[in-house]
């Protein structure tokens, strides 16, 4: 009987034990992944990074930041027959503004074939971000709302996905350097 009782005390010990190391790693583990969001959150890479409650929707980050330079303020487009070397001075003399843009956007949480899609056509909605800045001067993009520009850029987005529709268009950063 005492070859059992030692047994058994000796089995709840190390039970007691592995549960005690498992609550510490858990802990553990816990406190960096909270750490990982406060710092996603300061950086300004999300507002939040708790699921959305009541709206279903997930977001997509990683499109990251994008450089653009606008159209010039006073910009025409000539038809320069002879040369196009009065296009360039002109081009040279009247630049368009540096625009830094970090967009992202959400889409159905539920429809993981759709987030596939929009990895792989990452490099393509980015490039219609930053054809839709190029093409607007920094004025043009100023006197327009936000909610202008992101209708006008989902129109465009959604027209190259097959797969579903981005919900929203959302940026981080909208800053134009000069």
Known sequence: MKKLDKFLSILIILLLITILMGTFITIYKNKKSITKQKQLISQGKAISLMAPKNNNQNSYFNLGSLRVLTKPENFQEKNFTPSKTDAIQELEQNLGTILLVTPWISYPSDDTIFFEEISRKKTVIAGIIQDYFSNHSKQE??????????????????????????????????????
């Open 141 to 178: 993009l100023l006197s327009q709302t936000e909610v202008t520009i992101e209708e006008n850029l989902l129109l465009e987005i959604n027209n190259h996905l097959s797969l579903g529709t981005i919900n929203q268009i959302y940026f981080t950063d909208f800053i134009f350097l000069e």
